[in-house]
């Protein structure tokens, strides 16, 4: 009994030390609790007594007005570069009678050139009629076919024109004008002036440069146009040497008259230098010259000379007078017809940009840029009469897989299949679908 009396009496001290533990964490768990609701309510009187600061409206967006446009369409193809075997695969023959036919090898371009309001080339070549025929010396025909297929105006300017001196510049105009081509970048008058064309309402003007007369035909030395400068516009005022200074201030100077004239849209054609051929980048001086032109008021250059295809870049730019501009550059859209072998070159595209202008407000922006893919078939094998041709890539690999007769053939469809990667690839994805890229109204420039 003693022992169950003590463990009873430990029992209830325990329960007493229990008790009196537990009151004590209550008390103090109390006193904290009190502590923190008095803190929360001296904040909440604090904020009562404090004026609420009235709300703040988020500002809405501006939206961009709806713009009722009519838009027109510029067709660019590449260079048609002079070189013989083209001028031999057209030749005819029927007795002593003898024409040039250059209408197969340009067949596959049309399709590109026949929803455009205007199309563009570069002849890289001299044009006559004396029925002596060499490399960069076409015949007259060249003209007539280069009308057929769908161009309206070639750009001339390049360092083979004055091959055979002035007059075979002033008959290249010649020939191509009766023809009913528009000539731009050579003249054969003294009183030119920079043309202008008037695209259901859309004033389109044309500068074109090159960066020397040097040409290397029969190791030729640059030509001077010191007393006939009206003949031809040049990139450099040092093109009889180093060809490397370029004329800005004739080229600004060029840019104002042409706007002066009326231009809502200025188009510029360069040749590049020698240092740019075969390369798929835009050397250093082309972007120079590039951000240079377009800062200065053109709207679409359009590179030639480089034999091989470059990228085309689409950019808003702001000008000097605040304006902003949707712009186009295509460093090189490569050769539309040439014998030229190496890697690229004979791949090509022709560059379809839109132009748009709000029929309301009258403002007109550069809309859209589309590229349709060409490639130069040359068969040095075949007989002479069919050995070079524009192909139409993408018809081409169509008719193929439709299992059309006369389609090409398996060699020359992986050869399209492979050119319309490539020149998505070295020009811009983006430009070679059905749609292209869509610009829209450039409210600002990029930065």
Partial sequence: MKKNGFFTGLLYVMLVLLTVGLGLIVFFNYGANREQQQTIEAVKEAEAATPTPAPVATPEPTPEPERNAETITLAFAGDLVGQAGLTTDARHTDGDAVSYDFSDELDGVEASLEDADLAMCTLVSTVTSSGEY????????VGGALRDAGFDLVNAATDHILDRGLEGLT???GHLKN????????YDSASRSFPVADVHGIKVGFLSYAYSTASGVGGSMPVSVADNSWCLDLLTSDYMTAMETVDYEKIDADIAAVKQAGADVVVCFVYWWDNTRYYTEPRTNQAEVADHLLESGVDILIGG?????QPIETRTVERADGTAANCVVCYSLSNLMSCFTDDYTDLSAVAQIEISRDTDS?????SGVKAVP??????TEAEVGSRYRVLDAEAEIARFDAGESGAVSQETYDALKG?????????GGEYFNAVGNKLDFPYAASK
């Fill in 134 to 141: 060499d490399a960069y010396l076409m015949p007259a025909e």
């Fill in 419 to 427: 050119a319309v990667t490539d020149l998505a690839t070295l020009m």
């Fill in 305 to 309: 000379g480089v034999k091989s295809p």
């Fill in 374 to 379: 060409l490639y130069m078939q040359a068969d």
């Fill in 362 to 366: 009258g403002e007109i922006w550069v």
């Fill in 171 to 173: 008959e290249t105009v």
């Fill in 179 to 186: 023809s009913g081509l528009g000539v731009v970048g050579a």
